[in-house]
């Protein structure tokens, strides 16, 4: 292997063990159900980066398969719950901070 080549594949390497370390800590820090929809939702991330950053072209099953991801994550009832609730509980965050500027400004 050349030697650019080793290096290349040390990086991908340490990168792939790196992200398989962060899954292993969201998992301690979430539901496993939610992290795991989660994951896989990375292959619309890479769908994105490929075409507009490497600008490599994607055929129609790409697209229709990177959809069917996109549809499948927006359906999954922990992601819905789990978002459902950070939106809560920003509202209240929201609407906490404005009351508190409203009595400041009194």
Same mark, same amino acid.
């Given at each position: 292997?050349?030697?650019?080549?080793?290096? =290349? +594949?040390? /990086?991908?390497?340490?990168?792939?063990? $790196?992200?398989?370390? =962060?899954?292993?800590?969201?998992?301690?820090?979430?539901?496993?159900?939610?992290?795991? !929809?989660?994951?896989?939702?990375?292959?619309?991330? /890479?769908?994105?980066?490929?075409?507009?950053?490497? @600008?490599?072209?994607?055929?129609?099953?790409?697209?229709?398969?990177? !959809?069917?991801? !996109?549809?499948? $994550?927006?359906?999954?009832?922990?992601?819905? @719950?789990?978002?459902?609730?950070?939106?809560?509980? !920003? /509202? @209240?965050? =929201?609407?906490?901070?404005? +009351?508190?500027?409203?009595?400041?400004?009194?």
């Amino acid at each position: 292997m050349p030697r650019g080549r080793v290096r =290349i +594949a040390l /990086v991908g390497g340490l990168a792939t063990t $790196a992200s398989y370390g =962060i899954v292993l800590w969201a998992m301690t820090q979430a539901p496993i159900a939610v992290v795991a !929809a989660l994951r896989e939702t990375s292959m619309i991330f /890479v769908l994105a980066m490929a075409v507009i950053i490497f @600008k490599e072209r994607a055929g129609l099953r790409r697209y229709a398969a990177t !959809a069917l991801i !996109a549809c499948g $994550a927006g359906c999954d009832p922990t992601l819905v @719950k789990a978002r459902s609730r950070s939106v809560r509980r !920003a /509202v @209240k965050v =929201i609407t906490r901070s404005s +009351a508190d500027s409203a009595s400041r400004e009194r």
